[in-house]
């Protein structure tokens, strides 16, 4: 039996402090976890000392002779400042995800020599079977403690629910009694704590303390127009102390904002998913140090990240759900006197939403045909394979899968590298599905009476995180009645965020590696062979005007589509663009464009008044000789090159000699444009610089 | 496996014998069908169950295991597999398979009768378990790859609709290997003429 002053003791090696004390709450967790190999559920706010909780059980048990501990938490690595506890108690802690894979084998070999204390996994390799039977079932039998971070994932009823932590929960359901788990969360209200203890098993111990925090200021400004925004931001962020974080719903907004604020002379930096990890654990150890002003980032710069002096929370567009507005909005204010949260709302987030609650499950017709082509395989299909039989992108494929893999009686299986049909009879739960809607689509209703703000915004979240008996904060633009930071917006600012949001230009990249067996036409006409695409039939790299549908110039071309003719203003977009920020595409001696059976003088008309306005001769030297099929009715390589095989051919009647600017309308994954650049090029024209008015696919 | 779960001695048995892919790199194997049934005897003398061995509060009979020939370190390594043993029963359960062991009422009778102390501890297994105590036809005894033949074609459609059962004394992931093919066939055996 351990007692609460050998614990105490470790507390105070693990954190350097020869007075420290335990946090309410601390010792409650440890010790049914040390001496009962009890489950425990800690709902405490970050910066409560979580970690010190998982570090201290880690040791004692060691000291008893248990084995590893396997954290499960979607850091990337652990924080400084816990490597720091972990070094003081004499544990050694080691991670594995998808970074280091070159390492896994090597961490395996330490972990059976005993070497090491703590393994820190990401929920996807937890929810990998090949890595579980491949790496942890190695030294699964020794791991004596389970320690799930961010455990409100688990929940159905959580705001984040994600089909990784279901694989976690339903692990944990059969771990025996002598096996300890804590798990722990900082955003959880009664409901999803409930749910969470109950997948726990029986016996559980909740622990649960206050999750605002004192210290921030809250407040809620409506400007619909992206570049209202922008401007505001740039007015805004040189006047706030410290350093913070601006929040936004998608990589390309952080992406954008990022752009407008270094222009506009704020060291400020994107953070998502698309930055390759060490860029991001960089950028994560800039924004502790202070050593820029924010970074822009979207929900991947989440949990667990934990700086205390965070000055300012800005969300550039609204979330979904308060308790993700809160979760992202409540890491300010931790151990400064004051912080600032503000919650922007633009007229784009009302699409965004709704977009990511239609995507959040797949359509019956989509689970129908792949389950269908695993019935009727004779042995197991690898994701290429499905991609051959069901015409699905393959990251809707996978998607799928993904989903499928984690129901309890599952359809599907991952065996020796392929996918199998179990012999579970499978229907969608159509029911839980549109439960799960519902209840989406009541949490942004209840973000809009957030917005709305007619009481104490901090109350507010307090009541939606269960967080009892809070008082008005006396803090917030409510409480105050007035706004915490000024509303107004510099008007030169506002043009040049409005000039900013028309140069909305993005890269254009071509494809490199095309389906060869799915053009056998243009390989029987031109000897085309190999998957890589060769250097000399490649294109340039492009680029494409807006995103479909966005303000300023996307919102154009889709009227222009509707109309049947593109606006005067986009050709002038269109040449602004060449001439002053693409000096290659200048070089173009010619311009050309991708024909349409179905439109045939839409893309023509505009790409001659581009050559006009650029001083170039136009000319059609692309012709297409039969109808195909939307491209973007097509969701894979394989099947979009077989659309494309044969259905144009060049017409060199007036000369395809020198660099040539290709101009369509629309593009998605660019595969007309990439064949078109060969087809181009193997007639013998220079450089193809493709060039696209707006991009259709969701980011 | 029943939607509560395992119960208490088969999960204790699990741990005790059962394969969740470590076992190369361990320092103790599970119990052989002989060491287990020394054992249960043991355990039985004393009045006492396999779950008993988990028991919160420190093994019931702590010098049980040597009575058994079994070495105390061995059996603790074994009962705190229990990380391993969920992530297996995690994957099997996902995949329609289900454990069985010989304290559990639906363990075929027939096997007990026919085998005595050889009767497998586990059997592992996709199907209608009440199939079992048929045998004939509707009964598959696999000698290894049970996962990989539950997934099979020609068996699904049977699995499905209850017609057949497909069961292994060995774990599902693991493949037929030299001993596995004799011991299969004992099963057999006793399951497909289950009078």
């Given at each position: 039996?351990?007692?609460?002053a050998?614990?105490l003791h470790?507390?105070?090696?693990?954190?350097?402090q020869?007075?420290?004390?335990f946090?309410?709450g601390?010792?409650?967790?440890i010790?049914?976890?040390?001496?009962?190999?009890g489950?425990?559920?800690?709902?405490?706010?970050t910066?409560?000392?979580?970690?010190?909780?998982?570090f201290?059980?880690?040791?004692?048990?060691?000291?008893q002779?248990?084995g590893?501990?396997?954290?499960?938490?979607?850091?990337?690595?652990?924080?400084?400042?816990?490597?720091?506890?972990?070094?003081?108690?004499?544990?050694?802690a080691?991670?594995v995800?998808?970074?280091?894979?070159?390492?896994?084998?090597?961490v395996r070999?330490?972990?059976l020599?005993?070497?090491?204390?703590l393994l820190?996994?990401?929920?996807?390799?937890?929810?990998n079977?090949?890595?579980?039977?491949?790496?942890?079932q190695?030294v699964?039998?020794?791991?004596?403690?389970?320690?799930i971070?961010?455990?409100?994932?688990?929940?159905?009823?959580?705001?984040?629910?994600r089909?990784d932590?279901?694989?976690?929960?339903?692990?944990l359901?059969?771990?025996?009694?002598?096996?300890a788990?804590?798990?722990?969360t900082?955003?959880a209200n009664?409901?999803?704590?409930?749910?969470?203890?109950?997948q726990?098993?029986?016996?559980?111990v909740?622990?649960?303390?206050?999750?605002?925090?004192?210290?921030?200021?809250?407040?809620?400004?409506?400007?619909?127009?992206?570049?209202?925004r922008?401007?505001?931001?740039?007015?805004?962020?040189?006047?706030?102390?410290?350093s913070?974080?601006?929040y936004?719903?998608?990589?390309?907004d952080?992406?954008?904002?990022?752009d407008?604020?270094q222009?506009q002379?704020i060291d400020?930096?994107?953070?998502h998913?698309?930055k390759p990890?060490?860029e991001?654990?960089?950028?994560e150890?800039?924004l502790?140090?202070?050593d820029?002003?924010?970074?822009?980032?979207t929900?991947?710069?989440?949990?667990?990240?934990?700086?205390?002096?965070?000055?300012?929370?800005?969300?550039?567009?609204t979330?979904?759900n308060?308790?993700?507005?809160?979760q992202q909005?409540?890491?300010?204010?931790?151990?400064?006197?004051?912080?600032v949260g503000?919650?922007?709302?633009?007229?784009?987030?009302?699409?965004i939403?709704?977009?990511?609650?239609?995507?959040?499950?797949?359509?019956?017709?989509q689970?129908?045909?792949?389950?269908?082509?695993?019935e009727?395989?004779?042995?197991?299909?690898s994701?290429?394979?499905l991609?051959?039989?069901?015409?699905?992108?393959?990251?809707?494929i996978?998607?799928?899968?993904?989903?499928?893999?984690?129901e309890?009686?599952?359809?599907?299986?991952?065996?020796?590298?392929?996918?199998?049909?179990t012999?579970?009879p499978?229907?969608?739960?159509?029911?839980?599905?549109?439960?799960l809607?519902?209840q989406?689509?009541q949490?942004?209703?209840?973000m809009?009476?957030?917005?709305a703000?007619?009481?104490?915004?901090?109350?507010?979240?307090?009541?939606?995180?269960?967080d009892?008996?809070?008082q008005?904060c006396?803090r917030?633009?409510?409480?105050?009645?007035r706004?915490?930071?000024?509303?107004?917006?510099?008007?030169?600012r506002?043009?040049?965020?409005q000039?900013?949001?028309?140069?909305?230009e993005?890269p254009l990249?071509?494809?490199?590696?095309?389906?060869i067996e799915?053009?056998?036409q243009y390989?029987?006409?031109?000897?085309w062979?190999k998957q890589?695409?060769a250097?000399?039939?490649?294109?340039?790299a492009?680029?494409v005007?807006?995103r479909?549908?966005?303000?300023?110039?996307?919102?154009?071309?889709a009227?222009g589509?509707?109309?049947?003719?593109f606006?005067?203003?986009?050709?002038?977009?269109?040449?602004?663009?060449?001439?002053?920020?693409?000096?290659?595409?200048?070089?173009?001696?010619?311009?050309t464009c991708?024909?349409?059976?179905?439109?045939?003088?839409?893309v023509?008309?505009?790409?001659?008044?581009?050559?006009d306005?650029?001083?170039?001769?136009?000319?059609?030297?692309?012709?297409?000789?039969?109808?195909t099929?939307?491209?973007?009715?097509?969701?894979?390589?394989?099947?979009?090159?077989?659309?494309?095989?044969g259905?144009?051919?060049?017409?060199d009647?007036?000369?395809?000699?020198?660099?040539?600017?290709?101009?369509?309308d629309?593009?998605?994954?660019?595969?007309?444009?990439?064949?078109?650049?060969?087809l181009?090029?193997?007639?013998g024209?220079?450089?193809?610089?493709?060039?696209?008015?707006?991009?259709?696919?969701?980011? | 496996?029943?939607?509560?779960?395992?119960?208490?001695d088969?999960?204790?048995?699990?741990l005790?014998?059962?394969?969740?892919?470590?076992?190369?790199?361990?320092?103790f194997?599970?119990?052989?069908?002989?060491?287990?049934?020394?054992?249960a005897?043991?355990?039985?003398?004393?009045?006492l169950?396999?779950?008993?061995?988990?028991a919160?509060?420190g093994?019931?009979?702590p010098?049980?295991?040597?009575?058994?020939?079994?070495?105390?370190?061995?059996?603790?390594?074994?009962?705190?597999?229990?990380t391993?043993?969920?992530?297996s029963?995690?994957?099997?359960?996902r995949?329609?398979?289900?454990?069985l062991?010989?304290?559990?009422?639906?363990?075929?009778?027939?096997?007990?009768?026919?085998?005595k102390?050889?009767?497998?501890?586990?059997l592992y297994?996709?199907?209608?378990?009440?199939?079992?105590?048929?045998g004939?036809?509707?009964?598959?005894?696999?000698?290894?790859d049970?996962?990989?033949?539950?997934v099979g074609?020609?068996?699904r459609?049977?699995l499905?609709?209850?017609?057949?059962?497909?069961?292994?004394p060995?774990a599902?992931?693991?493949?037929?290997?030299?001993?596995?093919?004799s011991?299969?066939d004992?099963?057999?055996?006793a399951?497909?003429?289950?009078?």
């Open positions: 039996m351990v007692v609460e050998e614990a470790c507390l105070r090696v693990a954190m350097g020869a007075d420290a004390q946090r309410a601390q010792w409650a967790a010790d049914p976890i040390v001496n009962r190999r489950k425990v559920l800690c709902v405490q706010r910066g409560w000392g979580k970690s010190m909780v998982y201290v059980a880690a040791r004692l048990m060691r000291a002779g248990a590893v501990t396997l954290i499960v938490s979607p850091l990337l690595s652990l924080m400084r400042n816990q490597i720091d506890a972990a070094q003081r108690l004499g544990l050694r080691l991670t995800n998808s970074t280091n894979r070159d390492e896994w084998a090597g070999d330490e972990l020599a005993g070497s090491v204390d820190l996994i990401s929920p996807e390799r937890l929810a079977d090949e890595f579980v039977a491949g790496t942890l190695a699964a039998d020794r791991i004596g403690l389970l320690v971070d961010e455990a409100h994932c688990i929940s159905d009823w959580g705001h984040d629910f089909p932590y279901r694989r976690v929960g339903q692990v359901a059969r771990l025996p009694a002598n096996i788990v804590l798990a722990t900082a955003t009664r409901r999803v704590a409930q749910d969470v203890a109950a726990l098993g029986t016996g559980v909740v622990q649960r303390g206050p999750l605002l925090r004192e210290s921030l200021a809250l407040q809620n400004l409506r400007l619909p127009g992206a570049a209202d922008l401007a505001w931001l740039a007015d805004r962020i040189p006047q706030l102390p410290g913070g974080i601006v936004t719903l998608t990589t390309r952080a992406d954008r904002v990022a407008w604020l222009q002379g400020a930096r994107a953070y998913a698309g990890d060490d991001r654990q960089a950028l150890q800039a502790l140090g202070n820029l002003k924010c970074l822009v980032a929900t991947a710069l989440g949990m667990g990240y934990d700086k205390p002096d965070l000055h300012f929370v800005i969300h550039y567009q979330p979904g308060v308790v993700a507005y809160y909005v409540g890491r300010a204010g931790r151990a400064i006197p004051a912080a503000v919650l922007l709302s633009g007229d784009e987030e009302e699409d939403n709704a977009y990511f609650r239609d995507a959040a499950f797949p359509p019956q017709g689970v129908d045909r792949i389950l269908g082509a695993l009727a395989a004779d042995d197991g299909l994701v290429r394979a991609e051959r039989a069901v015409n699905l992108r393959q990251s809707q996978e998607k799928v899968l993904k989903l499928l893999v984690v309890p009686d599952s359809p599907v299986l991952r065996l020796d590298g392929a996918w199998y049909r012999a579970h499978f229907r969608l739960d159509q029911e839980r599905i549109a439960h809607t519902r989406r689509e949490e942004w209703a209840q809009k009476q957030y917005q703000g007619e009481r104490c915004l901090m109350q507010f979240l307090a009541d939606a995180l269960d009892a008996g809070t008005p006396g917030c633009a409510v409480c105050l009645g706004p915490v930071l000024p509303v107004e917006i510099d008007r030169a506002l043009i040049d965020a000039r900013f949001t028309r140069h909305s993005m990249e071509l494809k490199k590696q095309w389906d799915a053009l056998p390989v029987a006409e031109h000897g062979s890589n695409i250097q000399r039939l490649r294109g340039e492009g680029r005007l807006s479909w549908g966005e303000p300023v110039w996307g919102q154009l071309v009227r589509r509707a109309q049947g003719r606006d005067d203003e986009l050709v002038d977009a269109a040449a602004d663009l060449v001439r002053h920020r693409w000096p290659e595409a200048a070089q173009a001696s010619w311009v991708i024909p349409s059976m179905r439109q045939p003088a839409l023509p008309d505009f790409a001659k008044r581009l050559a306005a650029l001083g170039v001769p136009f000319r059609p030297a692309l012709v297409k000789t039969r109808e099929q939307p491209q973007r009715e097509m969701d894979n390589r394989f099947h979009q090159c077989l659309n494309l095989d259905a144009y051919v060049v017409d009647q007036h000369g395809i000699a020198g660099p040539v600017l290709l101009v369509d629309l593009v998605d994954s660019a595969w007309t444009l990439t064949l078109a650049s060969a181009l090029r193997q007639a024209a220079g450089a193809v610089h493709p060039f696209a008015l707006a991009v259709v696919s969701a980011k | 496996m029943s939607a509560e779960g395992l119960s208490d088969t999960e204790a048995i699990l005790l014998c059962g394969r969740f892919g470590g076992e190369g790199q361990a320092p194997e599970p119990l052989s069908t002989p060491e287990y049934a020394a054992l005897r043991a355990l039985n003398q004393r009045g169950r396999p779950a008993d061995l988990l919160a509060d093994p019931a009979a010098g049980l295991p040597q009575e058994a020939g079994v070495a105390l370190d061995r059996i603790a390594f074994l009962l705190g597999r229990g391993a043993m969920a992530l029963l995690e994957r099997w359960s995949a329609g398979l289900w454990v062991s010989r304290a559990d009422a639906a363990y075929p009778a027939a096997l007990k009768r026919r085998l102390h050889d009767a497998p501890p586990l297994g996709a199907g209608r378990q009440a199939l079992l105590d048929v004939g036809r509707a009964v598959s005894v696999l000698a290894g049970l996962l990989k033949a539950s074609r020609l068996n459609s049977g499905q609709q209850g017609r057949l059962a497909l069961v292994s060995f599902p992931e693991v493949g037929v290997h030299a001993d596995s093919t011991v299969r004992r099963c057999i055996d399951l497909v003429d289950p009078s």
